[in-house]
């Protein structure tokens, strides 16, 4: 990408910051267009899914503009603010969201990339004799911190592992506090790890699933998190065979890379909110593939990044971070069976998310995909705590369901 992208990027951070919300939605506008001087229709359209819709109402002075998703399946419907992003001022989130994934720009020499806002939270409570310790991993890819959960009923025997990736401008704590992933450790009991992003990876605390240097089995940070999750079977009783990745969004599509290039390292894969393995190789690509899923030339690459362990999904149906239509594309990529019998549930939750269920198992029964779609829900993780950002409270609870999956007998 070029510097002028850059510097436009660069100016609509600065005018969202001022709060001048129209004039930074314009100039995102003409960047995702290429074309910088001239006007942009508001809706872009894509033969490989539906259309992004920038909703352009009249509010009253005090209310900022809402940004809504068009699919054929849904209606217009206005999203709720969501917490965690930028909050002041406040945001719309399609914006927000074009924002978070600044940090994936290459900036020209002399120009600063834009820091994301600290969040700071409360220390995470730990039950007693929990721990919840950082460490760090280094190999020939480079270093990355990450922290460790060690639930209070590990006296040295076989558990489980469960490796979670955050999203952009998220920590591990961070993470942790929005999925309760400890609290779900002390249940089972089973240990977790938050691998950290660097910032002078991406200033934007992404991981570079985008990017083919970071697609590839021990290359890059699939080296690095792959040597994570070593390091910590070398140094705990890990369970054979029990050792499982999640992530949400670019978090999520990092999941899918490790799905695909390490089947024999990971037993089951966890995918809140992502994109599918070789769904982009480069920035243009990353942003055409958020918005309207892979082209047609990455979708037929897909089929040579097979996810073979089992895989479960979930994506809110009015995510405007990242197209719906990906988590079809990652059910499709993880499909390596023919003659899976498909059963489909649907239900709604307490706080009013209604979802639709389905499973994919095989000749024997066994489970081994899973599919939910979270209707009203943005970009968020579904039945999270708004101790964290990027949560949806209302939704079914994606971490306990993603424990269920992984741990049940197969």
């Not at 309207?292 to 990455?298: F, I, Q």
Request: hydrophobic share 35%; with cysteine.
């Amino acid at each position: 990408m070029n510097a002028l992208p850059n510097r436009d990027m660069l100016e609509a951070t600065r005018l969202t910051r001022e709060g001048r919300l129209d004039e930074a939605m314009a100039v995102l506008r003409r960047v995702l267009a290429g074309a910088p001087s001239s006007p942009v229709p508001s809706t872009f359209r894509n033969d490989a899914g539906p259309s992004l819709t920038f909703a352009r109402t009249t509010p009253p002075p005090s209310t900022v503009r809402e940004v809504t998703w068009t699919s054929p399946k849904v209606g217009r419907t206005a999203l709720t603010p969501r917490s965690g992003g930028l909050s002041a001022p406040r945001v719309p989130n399609a914006l927000r969201g074009f924002l978070e994934q600044i940090g994936h720009l290459k900036f020209a020499p002399g120009e600063v990339a834009p820091v994301p806002p600290a969040i700071n939270r409360a220390p995470i409570p730990l039950a007693p004799g929990a721990r919840f310790e950082d460490c760090i991993y280094a190999d020939k890819a480079g270093s990355r911190a990450y922290k460790i959960y060690i639930p209070s009923g590990y006296e040295g025997q076989p558990l489980p592992l469960v490796v979670m990736l955050h999203g952009c401008t998220q920590s591990p704590d961070d993470f942790a506090a929005g999925t309760r992933m400890n609290d779900l450790a002390e249940e089972h009991p089973f240990l977790v790890a938050y691998p950290a992003q660097n910032q002078s990876a991406n200033p934007s605390k992404c991981w570079n699933w985008f990017n083919a240097g970071d697609q590839q089995r021990d290359q890059g940070e699939p080296s690095l998190i792959a040597g994570i999750t070593r390091q910590i079977m070398r140094d705990y009783s890990i369970e054979s065979g029990r050792v499982y990745i999640a992530g949400m969004s670019a978090g999520g599509a990092a999941a899918a890379i490790m799905g695909a290039t390490y089947p024999d390292l990971y037993a089951g894969v966890g995918i809140h909110s992502g994109l599918a393995c070789g769904a982009a190789s480069d920035m243009p690509s990353a942003f055409a593939a958020m918005r309207h899923g892979a082209s047609p030339t990455a979708a037929r690459s897909l089929n040579h990044a097979k996810i073979t362990p089992p895989v479960i999904v979930f994506h809110g149906d009015l995510d405007t971070t990242v197209n719906p239509i990906n988590a079809n594309h990652i059910i499709a990529q993880s499909k390596t069976k023919a003659g899976l019998r498909a059963t489909v549930s649907r239900g709604e939750t307490p706080g009013g998310i209604s979802y639709t269920r389905t499973v994919q198992a095989d000749e024997s029964g066994r489970p081994v995909l899973e599919q939910w779609s979270l209707h009203g829900a943005g970009h968020a993780w579904s039945g999270g705590s708004a101790a964290g950002s990027y949560t949806e409270p209302r939704g079914p609870d994606a971490s306990r369901e993603m424990i269920r999956f992984f741990l049940q007998k197969r």
